[in-house]
Structure formats: C-alpha cells, structure tokens
Nanobody, 123 residues
Framework: QVQLVESGGGLVQAGGSLRLSCAAS????????MAWFRQAPGKQRELVSC???????DYSDSVKGRFTISRDNGKNTVYLQMNSLKPEDTGVYSC?????????????????WGQGTQVTVSS
C-alpha cells in the first residue's frame, strides 16, 4: 500500500522560504516519477515540479529558478525547497507518485496522492 505524507507547509512572508517534505511508505520512490502539485482557491490543480526516476526534473515556468525538487532515496522522501516566495504561490501543495517512471504534468496520470499541506504567502 502506498502512503504519502506531506509536511512543512505554513505561513510565510513574501520573499521567505519553506521546505516541503513528502515521506513515502511502500516501494522505493526512486523507481517512480514523483511530483508536487498545487491548487490555489478557485483554480485548477497545477504541476509545480516533477522528478523522474532517471533524475530528470521539470518545473512550471512560474517557479523556475525559485523552487528546487530533490529526493533522498535513503529516507524515501521527496522535498520541495521554495525560495523567494510570492503571494501567488499560496495554495495547497500535494505530492503525488506516478505508476511508473514516465514524465507527466497531468494530475490524473498520478494515482497516488498525499493529503496536502497548506502554504500561505503574505504580502
């Protein structure tokens, strides 16, 4: 059974930083594509970043250069380091695991999800 548990969200001022963690149970994350999505109030869920099993990373244009996705295989955990946060980064951030190693920006391609963690950036 796959279980993903996020942590690290909170309230931060614009320009600040947060690091989100996604700890997984079950098979090693290194075999799969992992992703962070976010959903702002009234908006659709969107991809923030993904990390394929071969180490390839993707970022949305809105976070490129500010956010970094990484993985600790020993801890079976994926991280999202978020720097220079902006009010428009506010939303519920969820990690997700793909069924395989392919890269996708589409939420419905990910069958396994964490419960989400709230990130609020004040201006």
């Amino acid at each position: 059974q796959v279980q993903l548990v996020e942590s690290g969200g909170g309230l931060v001022q614009a320009g600040g930083s947060l690091r989100l963690s996604c700890a997984a149970s079950g098979r090693l994350l290194s075999f799969y594509t992992m992703a962070w999505f976010r959903q702002a109030p009234g908006k659709q869920r969107e991809l923030v970043s993904c990390f394929t099993s071969d180490g390839t990373t993707d970022y949305s244009d809105s976070v490129k250069g500010r956010f970094t996705i990484s993985r600790d295989n020993g801890k079976n955990t994926v991280y999202l380091q978020m720097n220079s946060l902006k009010p428009e980064d506010t939303g519920v951030y969820s990690c997700a695991r793909a069924p395989g190693w392919g890269r996708s920006h589409i939420p419905s391609d990910y069958p396994y999800w964490g419960q989400g963690t709230q990130v609020t950036v004040s201006s």
